[in-house]
């Protein structure tokens, strides 16, 4: 049996000129309104023109497809939200539990804000979710995350430190697309992040305090 093929998801080329970096920008905004309207099974490389005002050809020059598009509406996606939790989470003043509480309500809150790209985006994800590109993209995002629970839990092993990487990203990530899927309202959203907060912040203090115990995260 046949592999499927892995879609090429890279743009053709980076715009150097202003009006070229304008053209990419206008894709980029129309093919958000038509994912959002459209969804990710009626998204086409025509529509998106259509909807940006320029020629199929255009697209071309810069996209060569549908899934190179997402991908890139994906990747900033991504990009946003990592600046976002790095930058609360890297090395400072404020204690590391503080910053996990911070944390996951700014992520919380930008899951609600994007809402309705976030759901359009987690539907296209097939479409590019095999590409080596975007395992890349994955694996570089989360180092900022395993120097925070190196930080977070000095006391801890390797495996430990895994097991509570796992634990963070699948609570936020699994809670982070029910928000985005239920239309909650914004005070809904904090009672979440404050309840999901606090329980990870007490459970990892829970070893913090008495690291006598056998294992850190209890597994």
Known sequence: MKRPKTPVILARKQPKQERSTQLVAAILEAAIRVLQVEGAQRFTMARVAEKAGVSVGSL?????????????????????????????????ATPPLTRLRQAIRAFFQSEWDEAELRVALEDAAPLYRAAPEAQVHRKNAS?????????????????????????????????????????????????????????????????????????????
């Open 60 to 92: 071309y020059q810069y996209f060569p497809n549908k899934e190179s598009i997402l991908f890139q509406l994906q990747r900033e996606e991504w990009q946003a939200t990592t600046r976002l939790l790095e930058k609360i989470l890297a090395p400072s």
């Open 143 to 219: 180092r900022f995350v395993e120097s925070f629970v190196a930080e977070l839990l000095p006391a801890a092993s390797k495996k430990e430190r895994v097991f509570a990487m796992d634990v963070l990203k699948t609570t936020m990530s699994a809670i982070g697309k029910q928000i985005s899927e239920e239309g909650r309202t914004r005070a809904e959203v904090e009672t979440f992040a404050d309840i999901v907060g606090d329980m990870l912040a007490n459970h990892f203090a829970d070893p913090i305090k008495a690291p006598q115990k056998r294992s850190v995260l209890r597994i």
